[in-house]
């Protein structure tokens, strides 16, 4: 009991003393705030640098208000105040204890003037400030942020934690911040070693850096004097523009990437249904469509839980979609086999009355989903390349929904009636298969991965009543070129004409680069008919 008693009192005597201590931070932090109100620069100046020595959290929230512009003095208490940016009547919270206040009319706040002298102090102070943050990135950022105020207070902050740092890419910023102050030297030997040190830097700022000293000073005279090093800098400047290029490439053929696998996604199951059941589908870009909505529908039934309604989407796209094909298919379609141009009119009139149906229902107006955190952001690889993650998930996903298909067609009892039905119906409902059973379940299988594609499309543009509009044209192309019914075939025709289109867009627009894969397309067909993979079997050499 008495060992318990003594521990109770030693805990309660440290929360105390934690108590004690954040109130004395507060206080110091408000006197320093205090000094703010000051009309003189000089004072205002002096609570700033009593303001960073504070050190905490707190205070650097303070100092970035200041810096922009959301640092505020009530007219009615006279307190300062950190008001969120963009409203009329902002929320506020204390600058000194964080404390949530509620919310003030502008009209009621006085903003706290500061110049560029002090502007040019914040970016320091918070760059120092930074530069102790637990977390390498922003130490990394807060580096990067002093490349184009490096001055001796600046060095000297630099050189200090370049002593104490032991992340590597927070050395390698350090050392890049250095080796441009040592850029500047008046000795060649310091400079060479900063050309060796930049050489290989994407950072903008050091390409710049380096090809000003190529050029001539005020006098006229070149800024880099030394011959030998003015090659030296020619050379590496020349080495950091082969290198982003490369990037670059690298860069496009993954947007190209991206492109191709939402256009595998969008075409597979038009691949389906047209090469099992030979139908035109033109209402394909509406199940898109319709897929694209219900995942719309299940961000807004699950407003607390977005990181988990995209994953929730997906079946329930799946089975909307689906549903809806098997009912084209067994109220319309099945009454027009053998009649392709028939097909074609009447699923580009039930295209018409899904999308006028969307605009009465959801309204004309599009419509956006939300993009979950872990899908939200990108992977920087060097300052010349940065993968954003939605597409690289986009990627992912249409390669998992392909796989699962050609394991479905290829392993399973369904894959086997239904590649049956597609090179041979006749023969195949002679061996007991029911025809009409397979063109229902392959027809709402096909739909079904157009509302896949959907709910990837619904994260790169915004869902509208014209969303399937935009698609349905570039689906047709990729299985035409691929090979009508291959998979593979759409597989290796998506990702073609998605990179193909990604590298002529620099050159030539997007809308010539679209004209100019349609042509290729079109002179292809003239040559191979039937595509890149041609189906075979009885039915298909006829």
């Known amino acids: 009991m008495r060992i318990a008693f003594l521990a109770a009192l030693i805990g309660a005597a440290a929360i105390a003393g934690s108590t004690a201590q954040m109130h004395a931070d507060e206080a110091a932090l408000g006197a320093a705030a205090e000094g703010l109100k000051s009309s003189n620069f000089r004072l205002k100046g002096e609570a700033i640098d009593q303001i960073a020595a504070e050190g905490s959290a707190q205070a650097q929230a303070v100092l970035r208000a200041l810096l922009d512009g959301r640092l505020y003095i009530t007219r009615a208490t006279d307190q300062v105040v950190i008001a969120a ?10 600058a000194a204890t964080g404390a949530d206040l509620g919310s003030a009319d502008k009209s009621d706040l006085k903003r706290i003037i500061i110049n560029n002298q002090m502007r ?23 580096v990067e942020s002093l490349f184009d105020s490096l001055n001796p207070d600046t060095v000297a902050m630099l050189r200090e934690a370049e002593a104490a740092e032991r992340d590597h890419s927070v050395l390698h910023a350090l050392r890049t911040a250095l080796a441009l102050v040592d850029l500047e030297s008046t000795n060649p030997a310091d400079r060479r070693d900063a050309l060796e040190t930049l050489s290989g830097s994407m950072h903008a700022d050091v390409r710049n850096r380096l090809v000003a000293r190529l050029g001539d000073g005020a006098d006229g005279a070149p800024i880099e004097p030394d011959a030998d090093l003015r090659a030296t800098t020619t050379a590496a400047v020349a080495r950091i523009d082969r290198a982003r290029r490369i990037y670059g490439l690298v860069e496009t053929a993954f947007f190209g990437l991206s492109l191709g696998f939402v256009l ?95 605009r009465s229902i959801f309204s004309p107006l599009n419509r956006a989903v939300a993009t979950p955190g872990w899908m939200s952001g ?5 300052d010349a390349l940065a993968i954003t993650y939605n597409r690289l998930y986009i990627i992912l996903f249409s390669i998992a929904v392909f796989l699962t298909l050609v394991a479905i067609l290829r392993f399973t009892a369904l894959g086997l009636q239904v590649r049956a039905v597609a090179q041979n119906r006749n023969m195949a409902r002679a061996m007991g298969v029911r025809g009409g059973w397979i063109d229902a379940i392959t027809f709402g299988l ?80 003239q040559r191979r008919p039937r595509g890149l993979f041609p189906q075979r079997g009885r039915a298909a050499e006829a």
């Open 120 to 142: 040019g102090s914040l970016n320091t102070a918070l760059a120092r400030m930074s530069l102790r943050a637990p977390d390498a990135a922003a130490r990394v950022a807060a």
């Open 85 to 94: 940016d963009g409203a009329q009547t902002p929320a506020i919270t204390g």
């Open 446 to 525: 096909g739909s079904g991965v157009a509302g896949l594609a959907g709910v990837a499309l619904s994260q790169l543009t915004n869902v509208g009543p014209n969303l399937g509009q935009s698609h349905i044209v570039d689906s047709f192309m990729v299985v035409v070129f691929g090979g009508v019914g291959n998979l593979w075939g759409t597989l290796v025709a998506g990702v073609s004409l998605g990179v193909a289109n990604k590298f002529l867009e620099p050159f030539a627009g997007a809308v010539l680069a679209k004209i100019l894969v349609l042509v290729f397309i079109i002179l292809f067909i």
């Open 378 to 382: 990108q992977w920087v690889i060097n």
């Open 264 to 358: 595998v996604l969008a075409a597979t199951g038009l691949a389906i249904t047209f090469g099992v059941m030979g139908v035109i589908n033109m209402a394909h870009g509406e199940l898109m469509m319709l897929g694209a909505y219900a995942t719309w529908c299940v961000q807004q039934l699950m407003p607390d839980n977005l990181e988990w309604s995209l994953v929730a989407a997906v079946p329930v796209a799946f089975l909307v979609a689906a549903l809806a094909g098997i009912a084209i298919e067994r109220g319309v379609v099945r009454f027009l086999y053998g009649r392709p141009l028939e097909t074609l009119l009447a699923t580009f009139g039930i295209s018409l009355v899904l999308q006028q149906a969307v």
